[in-house]
């Protein structure tokens, strides 16, 4: 799950503030020790540019953390969730599924896909074709969902998060799952990762991306080394109300990819749409 914004490069702090152990006393605390280090550095390098003293910059960063991140996580029970795919309740293909659809359900993200699972990534893949290397950025409990993935099994899946308890659950998922990956530590706005693939998901992060610093999603979409990128939008708030949203969301889609020339493709569900950005064939490795 990440909620960021724009890397700015350090510039700007004064020099009495000291970034560094503005970071360090942030990570200290137990609501936001689960975090990437260059996802902290990054919000408190904008947050402290003006702060007047060292414990104003401290208290703006946690309070722009809690805005942009923990508001969405809050008590997230990683622990439980990597024992459970670690004992016996993911012993078989069926008991795997039950065990991460009763994870995914204490999610708000992953449990509104929860009705269409069935669906969701084969109508996904019917587009972009099975991935033989798919890369999840901003994952969340994401990888939870590999069940029903049902990825070839020479499949590669690198997922990312600036959570390590994110990181951990998909660790634990993807050898429950027997499948070949890693799941990585990294803020994808700052450091996107190298890897080159045949798709790429960025699954509803794009609107808080955009909601803290217009053009992060852009930036994303640019840097990732995928054939086919899926970004998704939640088309109802969490109340269920609807008005307006899928309008709005088109638009800001449109936004992100405006003047690149690269097609979409639009996988409307009851509560989630999905835009597949055709990039085309990508070179290196």
Excluded at 88 to 96: H, V
Excluded at 173 to 188: C, F, K, P
Aim: proline share 5%; aromatic share 6%; hydrophobic share 45%.
């Amino acid at each position: 799950m990440l909620c960021c914004l724009r890397w700015t490069g350090g510039r700007g702090v004064p020099s009495d503030i000291g970034l560094d152990r503005v970071v360090a006393e942030v990570l200290v605390s137990r609501r936001y020790r689960s975090l990437a280090p260059e996802f902290v550095r990054r919000i408190a390098e904008r947050e402290s540019r003006h702060a007047r003293r060292h414990t104003d910059a401290v208290k703006a960063t946690k309070a722009r953390l809690h805005q942009v991140y923990g508001a969405y996580v809050q008590d997230l029970p990683a622990e439980r969730f990597v024992a459970a795919l670690e004992g016996g309740g993911a012993a078989n293909s069926d008991a795997l599924r039950e065990t991460c659809r009763q994870m995914m359900a204490e999610h708000a993200s992953t449990r509104e896909r929860l009705p269409i699972m069935d669906r969701f990534y084969v109508e996904l893949f019917a587009v972009t074709g099975m991935p033989r290397t798919l890369v999840d950025l901003a994952c969340g409990l994401g990888p939870l969902a590999l069940p029903w993935m049902e990825l070839p099994a020479d499949a590669r899946y690198v997922a990312c998060d600036v959570d390590r308890r994110f990181v951990d659950v998909a660790t634990a998922a993807l050898t429950a799952s027997g499948v070949d990956g890693r799941a990585e530590l990294r803020d994808v706005v700052a450091s996107p990762p190298d890897e080159v693939a045949d798709v790429a998901l960025l699954l509803k992060a794009a609107p808080c991306l955009e909601q803290q610093a217009p053009g992060s999603a852009r930036d994303v979409l640019e840097s990732v080394r995928a054939h086919y990128v899926a970004v998704s939008f939640p088309t109802r708030s969490l109340g269920g109300a609807g008005k307006g949203m899928l309008a709005h969301y088109r638009q800001m889609m449109a936004r992100i990819n405006e003047g690149t020339g690269w097609p979409v493709q639009e996988l409307l569900f009851p509560a989630e749409l999905v835009c597949i950005v055709t990039k085309g064939a990508i070179t290196g490795g």
